[in-house]
């Protein structure tokens, strides 16, 4: 076991632990941001650079600082680290660098994009990130292709953080899509533009930080924060079938796997039920999904909340005698 200090806090953890997985343990309040690590892909994280972190004193036998700011989902504690994050001065001019290198090409596509409301760089951009941006040049732009049926591929808004490589390399049963080329020219495309079709490609879209990879059948319908999330099962030979049903009205415009509070799936989806079961009589309804407070998708979402007890002339005792001049 390791005892580490995260923006003053301590907690022990096994050995073999990062810096990452020990914030979370504390809580999302000193939790560095993400845009490439995901805890169910093995691999990854080390690819978007937004979880740096400062580590002040690297352990108890050698309680030098380390020189430069670490990626924390790749660095592991070692007993008596002590790390900063959201009290580093440094953190934060470099994690603002980081958002204007991630904002570099990504096009202003938040009005139409069907990412918006859910999207983690726009979570980024509006924590981390600057109000005026350095660049007037050109942005880099790539040729669309098609990529099958059920997924939409936006390449221009793509970050490169590998979750849908690995997410096709680990869950489904035959990657068909990957990175070619290299440098400002790398793109995440299929093989002589293959489509993507295997039981569980859909699970690319949840995956996704920003608005790459988006729902064919979902697009264009409906703001996500219009929508109302509601959790759903059904028996599923393929998968859980445990998912989250998005209404409007009495209409389910999509199905997503559920997402905890780090914006990953808890459980894979197949494509069976992601994509061809839209209708209500489909699915056994558990109850309104509960959305954190800090997302859009919880406006006008009441479901939470308790109605006041009230009063009734019962519950009302006269005052004692003495009582009411005390």
């Not at 096709?168 to 068909?176: C, K």
């Not at 509960?290 to 997302?295: D, G, K, L, N, P």
């Not at 009734?312 to 003495?322: A, C, D, F, M, R």
């Amino acid at each position: 076991m390791a005892k580490v200090t995260i923006d003053g806090r301590t907690i022990e953890v096994a050995d073999g632990t990062t810096i990452l997985q020990a914030a979370r343990m504390i809580g999302p309040d000193v939790a560095p941001p993400t845009m490439c690590y995901y805890s169910k892909l093995k691999t990854s994280g080390g690819y978007c650079r937004t979880c740096l972190v400062e580590v002040s004193k690297g352990s108890e036998k050698d309680p030098r600082p380390m020189p430069k700011l670490v990626a924390s989902c790749r660095t592991t504690v070692m007993d008596g680290m002590e790390v900063k994050n959201n009290t580093s001065e440094k953190v934060g001019d470099a994690r603002k660098g980081v958002v204007e290198f991630l904002l570099l090409n990504h096009p202003l596509d938040c009005p139409v994009c069907d990412q918006a409301g859910e999207c983690h760089l726009q979570d980024l951009s509006y924590e981390h990130g600057s109000a005026k941006t350095r660049t007037d040049f050109e942005r880099r732009t790539f040729d669309k292709i098609d990529i099958g049926p059920y997924v939409q591929l936006h390449m221009n808004r793509c970050i490169l953080c590998y979750r849908c490589v690995k997410t096709a390399d680990q869950v489904t049963d035959g990657r068909v899509h990957g990175v070619i080329n290299r440098g400002d020219h790398a793109e995440i495309s299929t093989y002589i533009e293959k489509a993507i079709d295997n039981d569980f490609s859909g699970n690319v879209i949840d995956v996704c930080p920003v608005g790459a990879l988006t729902d064919k059948t979902f697009r264009f319908k409906s703001r996500v924060w219009f929508t109302k999330p509601v959790n759903a099962h059904r028996n599923c030979d393929k998968c859980s079938g445990k998912v989250v049903l998005w209404y409007k009205g009495e209409d389910v415009l999509r199905v997503t796997g559920r997402k905890d509070q780090w914006g990953e799936v808890e459980e894979f989806i197949c494509n069976t039920c992601r994509f061809e079961k839209k209708q209500t009589s489909d699915w056994t309804i558990e109850g309104p999904r509960q959305v954190s407070r800090h997302s859009v998708i919880s406006a006008n979402h009441y479901e939470v909340f308790k109605k006041p007890r009230e009063l009734t002339i019962n519950t009302i005792k006269p005052l004692e005698s003495g009582e009411g001049n005390k």
